[in-house]
């Protein structure tokens, strides 16, 4: 009694891949259930709009559009504010090989300019900043001991137009050599 017969018969096991493969060419497949392929297609329609609205895809329709708007508003603001800059006619005698312009309409455009001159502006203040200061030593002079001092300062200049609001402000820096006498007991 070694064998069992609950076991149900199997076919013989094919030894060789070629023989495996004649059997399955031998097989037809079963018609999909509708339950089936409604359960896939539904599983498909899921998984692709998640797939679109992944925040690691990058959708490059928008992308495009939005760097399009983007030079369209940069094109539009340069023309609004540079435009009638931009409209100046070129100077016809530009030299060809250097692409640069000649001295004399240069010289031309500075006599036409009429920006503030020296007397629109008013004093408003002077003041003069000490920086630092330091000892060159002891020396000895006919009223008695001195000491040599060497100090630096900053002096302010503050002009204004008042027609134009324009303000200037001059620093200039200063030194000089101070003899300070000593107490001596």
Known sequence: MSENTNEPDLPDIPE????LQE???KLDPAPLGCSKLN??????????????????????RRVIL??????IAT????ALRYGPSLQREVPTNLATETGLREVAPIESEMESFTGPSAEDFLP??????????????VIKTEEG??????VEYRDVYHWHDPETGTNIRFFK?????VIVPLQTD
């Open 16 to 19: 060789s891949d070629a023989e």
């Open 23 to 25: 059997l399955l060419k």
């Open 39 to 60: 359960s896939l297609h539904r599983e498909y329609r899921i998984t692709a709009l998640d797939a679109e609205h992944d925040p690691r895809h990058i959708h490059w």
């Open 66 to 71: 939005l760097a399009a708007t983007c030079c």
């Open 75 to 78: 094109l539009g603001y340069i």
């Open 124 to 137: 408003v203040s002077a003041q003069g900043y000490l920086i630092n200061s330091s000892s060159n030593g």
């Open 145 to 150: 001991l001195r000491e040599r001092m060497s």
């Open 173 to 177: 820096p200063r030194r000089e050599e």
